[in-house]
């Protein structure tokens, strides 16, 4: 049985493993895999706490390189949520690597620091324990956090046996690459390991060229190094196969083009997308608006309102102003508040009115709310909370709750899912599959996942005034299809929760083209 070892940041399979749709990825992909007849090594780092949080076992000491010393740390396995016999899912345990939140918040100056520093000691570690493996085996690191272990694999004498081993790339998002200064006394591969600096020939071959002191990009790394690499969509995979123009709205290759074209004409880059579980016995039970209402009341009791006790008291009396109203439309969003997720409502259009502005008027006036679930970038927080004050329709839910979330799936009428890219997505997929029509930017995996008039609405523009003017007349459009033309919506929302992206058929992807 050839045996596959997965690398990455996060996995829900374990309690607090997640933060984003990376861990959704390692927790589904190896079930899909073991039952294709994988055995499947699952490995990421604890942070402090998942070996505390989970039943977890010692395993074994791991010694390994770092900051010019040995160092040693240790290595567990975690019993997952739920069991499969042919995963086992380990978590590496070092001082160096603890934090809750997973990710660390660095100043502006230092981007990446902390990550980049931790990401680099783990490899080092996950490296020398993967010694001893069969050279049948496959490691597949996953995003920029793990392309540290192809400058080992290729420069470090303490690293040859990687390179025996086939070793996949997985990129799930361009827009974070990790890069750090090559030489530095902090968060530099000279700090990290300065055992390689005997000789610094190598750092030509290996510098960013996008920047003028010598710097090193851990997901260039994985790009130009990896035997096969792939990203999360078909259309992402094209996508970024040219560069960036964010002035105009478009999100490519992000300054990798290069290095994703030579990819591309070596026949290492695939786009292979993401998909999540369909439950047999899985029952969709929406809830009613004083029902939600209610629900939500309950989650913001639960928040530290520190700092934002003004804004809380508005959002509840908002929501017991409305509670029993009826709204005819109830468009949603769960979602990251990020330039990503939400600049695009932000944005003005041709009229120079923003979208949230043009939008929440349209909803005013069909006595409709937008309800938006999701914390993030303060910037994009604050205006958020801008809209919210400006719109009575509104319902901005500065906080993330799962419950919530659930609900929100379970019970909206339109999922707003405006990304300027997005490489996969998930959340479209969960809303398609409790019946609720997504409108979403022809972009990435969005465009692969929803058929425009068919199962969802599309909207795309050349420009960002386009992509703003389009946004709002797709919004308009589905919201009086909604209210005004049952028997057409309904087929609409039969479409959406007919269609099905399957793990299985991802994972035969996985197997054909990168294993």
Not at 320 to 349: A, C, D, H, N
Request: proline content about 5%.
């Amino acid at each position: 049985m050839k045996q596959i070892i997965m690398i990455a940041a996060e996995n829900d399979s374990l309690i607090g493993g997640k933060v984003g749709g990376l861990a959704d990825v390692i927790r589904d992909l190896p079930n899909a895999l073991a039952e294709a007849g994988f055995e499947i090594m699952v490995i990421t780092p604890a942070y402090g706490f998942l070996h505390k949080e989970n039943a977890s076992e010692f395993l074994t000491d791991v010694h390994f390189l770092f900051g010019g010393k040995s160092l040693k740390g240790k290595i567990f396995e975690v019993v997952p949520k739920l069991i499969h016999i042919n995963i086992t899912h380990l978590i590496f345990e070092h001082p160096a690597i603890r934090g809750n939140p997973i990710y660390s918040q660095d100043p502006p100056g230092q981007p990446f620091a902390q990550d980049a520093t931790k990401y680099a000691l783990f490899c080092s570690a996950v490296g020398q324990y993967l010694k001893n493996l069969p050279a049948s085996s496959i490691v597949h690191l996953h995003d920029w956090h793990m392309g540290t272990m192809f400058l080992l694999r290729e420069l470090h004498p303490e690293f040859v046996h990687l390179k025996n081993l086939k070793h996949v790339f997985t990129i799930h998002n361009l827009g974070y690459q990790g890069n750090r200064p090559i030489n530095g006394k902090q968060a530099s591969v000279a700090q990290w390991f300065p055992e390689l600096f005997n000789d610094t020939k190598w750092i030509e071959k290996w510098k960013d060229h996008r920047y003028e002191e010598p710097q090193f990009t851990p997901l260039a790394a994985g790009i130009r190094f990896a035997d096969k690499v792939n990203t999360v969509s078909p259309t992402y995979a094209e996508e970024i196969l040219k560069p960036s123009d964010h002035k105009k709205g478009f999100y490519g290759g992000e300054g990798l083009e290069q290095y994703l074209r030579q990819a591309k004409k070596e026949n290492r880059l695939s786009g292979i997308l993401n998909a999540i579980e369909y439950p047999t016995h899985r029952e969709v039970v929406p809830i009613s608006f004083i029902g939600l209402c209610d629900l939500i009341i309950a989650e913001i009791n639960k928040e530290d309102r520190k700092n934002s006790e003004e804004y809380f008291d508005l959002l509840i009396s908002r929501i017991k102003k409305y509670r029993i109203s009826q709204p005819k439309v109830l468009i949603t969003s769960v979602t990251r508040v990020t330039e990503q997720k939400v600049r695009l409502l932000f944005e003005k259009g041709s009229d120079g009115k923003c979208a949230i502005d043009k939008i929440l008027e349209t909803l005013d006036h069909e006595n409709g709310f937008y309800l938006l679930l999701g914390n993030g970038i303060k910037e994009f927080e604050e205006k958020c909370e801008g809209a919210f004050r400006r719109h009575e329709s509104l319902i901005y839910l500065k906080l993330y709750s799962n419950p919530v979330a659930q609900a929100l799936y379970a019970s909206g009428s339109i999922f707003m899912m405006p990304s300027s890219f997005e490489p996969c997505g998930i959340s479209q997929m969960i809303a398609m599959q409790n019946g609720q029509p997504c409108i979403v930017h022809a972009t990435g995996g969005l465009k692969d996942t929803v058929i425009d008039d068919v199962n969802g609405f599309q909207f795309s523009g050349d420009t960002v005034k386009e992509q703003v003017d389009n946004l709002v007349t797709v919004t308009k459009k589905a919201v009086d299809i909604c209210i005004n033309d049952k028997p057409r919506w309904g087929k609409i929302k039969l479409e959406a929760s007919n269609v099905r992206f399957e793990w299985s058929k991802s994972a035969k992807q996985y197997i054909d083209l990168l294993y």
